[in-house]
C-alpha cells in the first residue's frame, strides 16, 4: 500500500510541475509524548481528518422533490466517507457567476479541489494552467478508461496544446427538441422523423406559432437552445461554415458566407418571423423555471433542450403529449450540441496535501455507483458507455411513466455521431471578450445584423494570434 501511494504522489507531484503548481514535502506528524491522555490523541486524530472540499450544481437533478446538494449530502457523501475513514467531504454550491469566480480563486489559491464545469470554461481553466493533468493517474488506475466511457465525450477532456488529461467524464449533455405531440396532431402536421430536414423545422414551427384577435402571438412554435452562445453557432455548422479552423483553433471563419447564412437563419427566425421565442419574451412569461416550464406551459410547442428534465417533463405535463425529435438536418450537414459535464481537479491540491484523496473520490464519481445515480436521480446520460447503451431502459424504469417517450431517440443521436464538441478557441477567454457582446447585439437585443460578425471575425483571428505570441514568448 505505501509505495502505491508514493506511486501516486510521484504521479501527481509530476503532473503539478506540468502545469507550474509549487509541490511542497508532506510532514509527518511528531509522535505523541507517553503522557498524552486519550483525550488530547482524539484531538490529534480529529486534526488529521482530510477535507475534500466538492463544488456542483445544486440545480443538477432536474427531479421533482429532489435537490442534488441534499441528495449528495445525506446519501452519497456518507457512503465515500465510510468507505475512505479520515475524509470529510464538504459541499459548495456552484452559484451564479461560478465560471469567473472560480477562476478568480484559482489565481488566488483558493479554489474547491474538486469542480464541475463544462466546456468553454474547462478550455479557459487549462489555458491559464490552473488544472492537475490526470493522465498519469489514470494511466495507473484506469487503464482502459479510453474504453469504458463514452467516446468522443471523453475525448473532449484531452488538451491538445497542454498535453494534459484536464478532467473526467460526468454526464453527456445532447441537445434535443422536445415537443408537444398533440399540437402537431391537432394542426395536421407530420410528427418529426429521423432524417427531418431544416426547412421542416421551420413549417412547424411557423403552423404551430399561433396569434390573438390582435396578432399577439400565443403561443411560439419553438425555441433554439437559448442564451449561450455554442447553441447558436452549430447552425453555422450546419449551413457549411465554421466558427474556427479545427487544426489551430485560432482562425475564425465567423465572418465567411457559410457562416453568415447560418447565423442569419436564427436571427430572421428569431427577430424578423420570430416564430422562434426570444430570450427576453420567455422572461416576460413569468415562469419561475424557463428550462423545463415553457414546454408545460404550452408557451412553446417545441423547445431545444438538455437530455436533462425528463422526470421534470413527466411529472409537469398532463394535459398533452410530449415526445422527443432529432435535431434536423441543415442544407450542407447536421449538428448539434454534445457537450460533456465534467469534474476537474485543482492543481493546489498538490500543495494542500489531499491529492491522493481527491484522486480516490475522482474513481468514486466516475464508478458504478455514482454513475448509475446519475441516471436514475438526475436522469441525465452517465459518461460509463456500459450506462449510456441501457440509459433508456434505466430511465423507465425509475419512472413508468417515460415508457411513451421516445427515449431512444438521445440514443441514436449519440450512435448516428452528429452532437459535436463546442467549437472553443485555443485562447477561448480572448475570444469571448469579442464575440460575446456581438452575441448579444444580434440575437439576444435585435440590434445588430450578423455582417458584424464579418468586423469581429479577423479581430478574433489577430487576438488570438497575438496572444499565442504572448504565450510563448
Not at 484531452?158 to 408537444?180: A, E, K, V
Not at 493546489?348 to 484522486?359: A, F, K, L, P, S
Not at 452528429?418 to 447585439?441: H, K, M
Request: aromatic share 10%; with cysteine; charged share 25%.
Amino acid at each position: 500500500m505505501e509505495s502505491k501511494l508514493r506511486t501516486r504522489r510521484d504521479f501527481l507531484k509530476g503532473s503539478a510541475v506540468a502545469v507550474g503548481a509549487a509541490v511542497l514535502t508532506a510532514c509527518a506528524p511528531a509522535a505523541a509524548p507517553a503522557g498524552d491522555t486519550a483525550e488530547s490523541g482524539g484531538e490529534m486524530a480529529a486534526a488529521e481528518e482530510i477535507l475534500i472540499r466538492f463544488a456542483m450544481w445544486d440545480w443538477y437533478a432536474n427531479t421533482p422533490g429532489v435537490r442534488w446538494d441534499e441528495w449528495n449530502q445525506t446519501e452519497a457523501f456518507p457512503l465515500f466517507e465510510e468507505a475512505n475513514p479520515g475524509t470529510k467531504l464538504e459541499w459548495e454550491p456552484l452559484g451564479s457567476g461560478w465560471p469567473d469566480k472560480i477562476l478568480t480563486q484559482m489565481a488566488a489559491g483558493t479554489a474547491p479541489d474538486i469542480i464541475s464545469t463544462w466546456s468553454p470554461h474547462i478550455d479557459t481553466w487549462a489555458e491559464k494552467h490552473q488544472l492537475l493533468d490526470l493522465q498519469p493517474l489514470i494511466d495507473a488506475d484506469i487503464p482502459n478508461a479510453d474504453d469504458i466511457y463514452i467516446g468522443f465525450a471523453w475525448d473532449q477532456m484531452w488538451d491538445p496544446f497542454n498535453n494534459i488529461r484536464m478532467g473526467m467524464l460526468s454526464d453527456l449533455d445532447i441537445t434535443s427538441i422536445y415537443y408537444n405531440k398533440t399540437a402537431f396532431e391537432e394542426e395536421g402536421l407530420p410528427l418529426p422523423t429521423v432524417d427531418w430536414t431544416e426547412d421542416e423545422y421551420l413549417v412547424a414551427a411557423e403552423t404551430l406559432t399561433t396569434r390573438d384577435d390582435n396578432g399577439e402571438i400565443t403561443r411560439w412554435g419553438g425555441q433554439l437552445r437559448p442564451g449561450f452562445w455554442l447553441s447558436y453557432s452549430y447552425h453555422v455548422e450546419t449551413h457549411g461554415g465554421e466558427v474556427r479552423d479545427e487544426e489551430t483553433r485560432m482562425l475564425c471563419g465567423l465572418g465567411e458566407p457559410e457562416a453568415q447564412e447560418g447565423l442569419e437563419w436564427v436571427r430572421r427566425n428569431m427577430w424578423d418571423t420570430n416564430v422562434f421565442a426570444q430570450n427576453n419574451q420567455m422572461t416576460a412569461t413569468g415562469i419561475p423555471n424557463m428550462w423545463t416550464g415553457l414546454l408545460p406551459a404550452e408557451v412553446v410547442a417545441m423547445a431545444e433542450r438538455s437530455a436533462d428534465q425528463f422526470f421534470a417533463l413527466a411529472e409537469s405535463i398532463t394535459e398533452f403529449e410530449w415526445d422527443i425529435a432529432h435535431i434536423p438536418s441543415g442544407p450542407k450537414d447536421r449538428a448539434c450540441m454534445g457537450l460533456p459535464d465534467e469534474w476537474v481537479v485543482y492543481k493546489g491540491v498538490v500543495e494542500r496535501g489531499n491529492h491522493d484523496e481527491v484522486w480516490e473520490m475522482m474513481k468514486w464519481l466516475t464508478g458504478d455507483w455514482y454513475q448509475e445515480k446519475i441516471a436514475t436521480v438526475s436522469g441525465r446520460i452517465p459518461g460509463l458507455l456500459a450506462m449510456a447503451d441501457s440509459w433508456a431502459d434505466t430511465l423507465r424504469q425509475t419512472d413508468p411513466r417515460l415508457e411513451q417517450v421516445r427515449l431512444e431517440t438521445v440514443v441514436e443521436q449519440l450512435q448516428m455521431g452528429y452532437p459535436r464538441r463546442g467549437p472553443t478557441f485555443r485562447f477561448q477567454q480572448i475570444a469571448e471578450e469579442l464575440i460575446n457582446p456581438a452575441v448579444d447585439q444580434v440575437f439576444i437585443e435585435g440590434k445588430a445584423p450578423v455582417s458584424i460578425f464579418e468586423e469581429i471575425g479577423p479581430q478574433v483571428t489577430e487576438a488570438q494570434q497575438d496572444a499565442l505570441q504572448r504565450a510563448t514568448g
